[in-house]
Nanobody
């Protein structure tokens, strides 16, 4: 089994910054992709950012230039630096880890951006 534990969510004013962290533990051999999804009330879960084990990254258009994903492969951790936050970034953020063929999810951390 693999467990993902997230931290770093909270309440911030528009224009502020937050840094999310997620660490994986358990029966880990190789983590392929790691990244972040988010789900706002009444909306579908959407991909925010992902980073492969080789270092390639991808971002949702809505966060490009504001969010930065990073990984520490030695620690099986992934981070999301969120700058210039907007009220529309308010959501529960979930980290995930792809250990082919399985996906594992964190419990989610709330990010609330006030206007």
């Amino acid at each position: 089994q693999v467990q993902l534990v997230e931290s770093g969510g909270g309440l911030v004013q528009a224009g502020g910054s937050l840094r999310l962290s997620c660490a994986a533990s358990g029966s880990i051999r190789t983590i392929n992709d790691m990244g972040w999804y988010r789900q706002a009330p009444g909306k579908q879960r959407e991909l925010v950012a992902t980073k492969t084990s080789g270092g390639s990254t991808a971002y949702a258009d809505s966060v490009k230039g504001r969010f930065t994903i990073s990984r520490d492969n030695a620690k099986n951790a992934v981070y999301l630096q969120m700058n210039s936050l907007k009220p529309e970034d308010t959501a529960v953020y979930y980290c995930y880890a792809a250990l082919t063929p399985y996906y594992y999810w964190g419990q989610g951390t709330q990010v609330t951006v006030s206007s």
